[in-house]
């Protein structure tokens, strides 16, 4: 089994519509989740991050961490053309700046 | 990007060559780890620099090695290159003011032939 694991993609939605992308991971010592955006052939780029169980929110965006059933969530609400692009889920271990380890990736596509 | 650079945009080179990427994080960052993206995949760890020491490694051989300097910026050198090197090598940043947040470069897409 994978350490994260994340939903196949692709996936495509209308503008407008709220999206679910949804992550598990394996190890009960991961401490803190991230979730990247990466637009193609660009660096990723940190959208959220969270540590604790419960609901995160910036803006459209909302992280979601349910550590007893290890499960990651980040829903978009309002999805606009823009937030077309390649989300990857990541945990980290205990400590300052640990290896992060990424899921696969989810391909979003927001049809106008 | 959070102002973290990355050389140079792209490579190419043929198996068996040595290969040098460079990445220089913005003030605040000293801490930096390098990542490989094949196609269609996720980052995967590569290693870590802290203090000009490498902390932490993930699994790769040791054709992959590293320096950091004591400005934080940091190379990443790849010798004896095989096809399946070719990927896009991210480096991220953190430590500083960001205590977990880890921020990537624009990264350095290499090609092997």
């Known amino acids: 089994q994978k350490e994260v694991e994340q939903d196949p993609g692709p996936l495509s939605v209308p503008e407008g519509a709220i999206v679910s992308l949804n992550c598990t991971y394996s190890?009960?010592?991961?401490?803190?989740f991230m979730w990247y955006r990466q637009y193609s052939r660009k660096g990723p780029e940190l959208l959220m991050y969270t540590y604790s169980s419960g609901n995160k929110e910036d803006g459209r965006f909302t992280a979601q961490v349910d550590k007893s059933s290890k499960y990651i969530s980040l829903f978009i609400r309002d999805s606009q053309p823009s937030d077309s692009a390649t989300y990857l889920c990541?945990?980290?271990?205990?400590?300052?700046?640990?290896?992060?380890?990424f899921g696969k990736g989810i391909t979003l596509s927001v049809r106008p | 990007d959070a102002g973290v650079t990355q050389s140079p945009t792209h490579l190419i080179k043929t198996r068996g060559q040595q290969v040098t990427l460079r990445c220089s994080p913005k003030?605040?960052?000293?801490?930096v780890s390098w990542y490989q993206q094949a196609l269609g995949q996720g980052p995967q760890f590569i290693f870590q620099?802290?203090?000009?020491?490498?902390?932490q490694r993930g699994n790769f051989p040791d054709r992959f090695s590293g320096h950091q300097y004591p400005n934080y910026s940091s190379e990443l050198n790849v010798n004896a290159l095989l096809l399946g090197d070719s990927a896009l090598y991210l480096c991220?940043?953190?430590?500083?003011?960001?205590?977990?947040?880890?921020?990537f470069g624009p990264g350095t897409r290499l090609t092997v032939l």
């Open positions: 190890n009960s010592a991961f401490q803190y």
């Open positions: 003030s605040g960052h000293d801490t």
């Open positions: 620099y802290y203090e000009e020491e490498e902390r």
């Open positions: 990541a945990r980290g271990d205990t400590g300052a700046n640990s290896k992060l380890t």
């Open positions: 991220a940043v953190g430590g500083g003011t960001s205590y977990n947040e880890q921020f």
